[in-house]
């Protein structure tokens, strides 16, 4: 079975970091392409961040670019989210997600509709 399994969110002050995990079970991630989205209540997922690997670019949101970084251990089979400075606009629901790379589109990679597989989430929460 395939499956995807978020870890890592927690409750941090303004300011500071944290490192979420997304781990895969059931299929290699090193032919995936990665994606973080989060959510808030009433709100549409949003795209966070995406990593196609194997020497491809990295796509950032703006609200997080500079401030977030991803990354991947192939040998793990996992893809991380470090996140830095963190503000209370970024508290959320964060979610992986993936689609095998041969038929992702660069365009889409906000369109959370592009993923096949997700996580089930991991809640972050930003507070003093």
């Known amino acids: 079975q395939l499956q995807l399994v978020e870890s890592g969110g927690s409750l941090v002050q303004p300011g500071g970091s944290l490192r979420l995990s997304c781990a895969a079970s059931g299929f290699t991630l090193g032919g995936y392409t990665v994606a973080w989205f989060r959510q808030v209540p009433g709100k549409e997922r949003e795209g966070v961040s995406c990593t196609k690997g194997n020497g491809g670019v990295d796509y950032y949101s703006d609200s997080v670019q500079g401030r977030f970084a991803i990354s991947r251990d192939n040998g793990k089979n996992a893809v991380y989210l470090q996140m830095n400075s963190l503000q209370p606009g970024d508290a959320a629901i964060y979610y992986c997600?993936?689609?095998?790379?041969?038929?992702?589109?660069?365009?889409?990679?906000?369109?959370?509709?592009?993923?096949?597989?997700w996580g089930q989430g991991t809640q972050v929460t930003v507070s003093s």
């Open positions: 997600a993936a689609k095998l790379s041969s038929i992702w589109d660069p365009w889409n990679w906000r369109d959370h509709n592009a993923y096949d597989y």
